[in-house]
């Protein structure tokens, strides 16, 4: 059998198994009654749609996996990558425009097939807990977005790719590694101004008391804070969130709507005061330069297998191409994909701890973060009791138990 082969089903069918048995893990790690430290806010019947929330999310995930896993490897052993690569060669472009028609053929192809689960997962499981907002106006202006700005900045990568690894030579995984590190600082320069606009209304926030608290907690921590806004997430789902978008002169703090109408400020303030501790405790520096780090690795390791004869024999192609050997490596790349994701969930989580007892220590006051803590987690039902196979998989954040424990 073709080791690439081998290596690409195979790890297809890992990661496939390895969520499968992480869910089922976590439905049998369920308890009857909400645990000691949240009894406090998860009433019995509040528990009960918690435990129906977790095990609804967790079948819906498993039915897309196998879905997904058994459609990407029928058409690994199909052929069906040549199938498509033969109809867009049939066309006639040139070099470049055969490669972005094959890339995006199969990203539309992809997008496609996802969009049913898609639609179930809004107007369905979300629905059916009380979580969606989105309107069906919404939901097609969001796909429709979404496709034209995949269409844009996928396409300016997937193109300056291709351009370079046929143009410059041994070195050509450098030129790519450095395209696609400006390209990402640049799409995280201009999102808070361009991109998030598209999906979002940002409203200057107006409660001058809560403005005055965070602007006080900012200046206490010297953190030079240059906007305060406020994002409609309730347009979408009912539950809340708090992020930092943007970097150096145009960093902003965003809080969503839904936070703002369950918490006090005080709580708003120790989410605050979390966020402050990431850009303060290097974490955001430390995220960006993994990525960079990351992103050269990637680089590096396609430039040897992009002409490998047998990868592309593993895909029954009739022809080799740069573009497809892009896509074959993608695939190719899953098993180290996830071992780096674990690793990069495992910082995030350390880091989410650090930030945690950052807020703790400098506003003073650690029963504000959990009590701020425990509301996200009722008005999001999420899982008190996850399985550690299912934390160590999937979890950024530490489950909110843990958390909560760490911070008393
Ligand atoms: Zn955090």
């Excluded at 969520?19 to 009894?39: I, K, T, V, W």
């Excluded at 998860?42 to 999310?57: C, M």
């Excluded at 506003?363 to 009722?378: D, F, H, Q, Y």
Aim: with cysteine; glycine share 8%.
């Amino acid at each position: 059998m073709n080791i690439y082969l081998a290596i690409i089903i195979g790890s297809l069918l890992a990661v496939w198994f390895l969520n499968l048995l992480s869910d089922r893990l976590s439905a049998l790690a369920m308890r009857p009654a909400p645990p000691e430290e949240l009894s406090d806010v998860f009433d019995a019947e509040t528990y009960a749609k918690s435990r129906a929330y977790t095990l609804a999310s967790m079948r819906f995930s498993m039915v897309s996996e196998t879905f997904n896993t058994l459609i990407l490897v029928t058409a690994v052993a199909a052929g069906w990558f040549n199938v498509l690569d033969q109809l867009v060669r049939a066309a006639g472009f040139g070099p470049l425009l055969t490669g972005l028609a094959y890339i995006g053929g199969l990203a539309l192809v992809s997008s496609i097939l996802g969009l049913p689960f898609e639609i179930y997962h809004t107007f369905g499981l979300e629905k059916r807990f009380g979580f969606n907002t989105t309107t069906p106006a919404t939901f097609v202006l969001d796909r429709v977005k979404g496709l034209v700005l995949a269409a844009i900045i996928g396409g300016a990568l997937v193109a300056g790719i291709l351009v370079f690894l046929d143009k410059t030579g041994p070195y050509a995984w450098l030129l790519c590694w450095g395209f696609a590190v400006l390209l990402s600082l640049g799409l995280t320069y201009v999102a808070p101004t361009w991109i998030l606009p598209l999906f979002n209304k940002f409203t200057p926030l107006e409660d001058d008391e809560l403005r005055d608290k965070l602007e006080a907690f900012a200046d206490k921590a010297g953190f030079e804070l240059t906007g305060i806004f406020v994002m409609d997430g309730s347009k979408r789902s009912t539950k809340g969130n708090a992020f930092f978008t943007g970097f150096g002169k145009r960093r902003r703090i965003a809080l969503f709507d839904t936070l703002i109408k369950e918490m006090d400020a005080d709580e708003i303030v120790a989410v605050l005061a979390h966020e402050v501790g990431h850009a303060k405790l290097g974490h955001i520096k430390k995220r960006l330069v993994t990525g960079v780090l990351k992103a050269g690795a990637i680089f590096y390791l396609m430039s040897l297998f992009l002409d490998s004869e047998g990868l592309f024999a593993a895909f029954g192609m009739q022809d080799m191409s740069l573009y497809a050997g892009l896509v074959f490596f993608v695939l190719l790349y899953t098993p180290l994909s996830l071992i780096l994701s674990v690793a990069a969930n495992a910082m995030s989580r350390k880091h989410e701890f650090e930030a945690d007892a950052f807020a703790a220590r400098t506003t003073g006051r650690p029963e504000t973060m959990i009590s701020a803590l425990k509301k996200l987690s009722v008005s999001n039902l999420s899982n008190p009791t996850p399985h550690p196979l299912t934390v160590w998989l999937e979890y950024s954040h530490p489950p909110v138990l843990a958390r909560i424990r760490a911070l008393s």
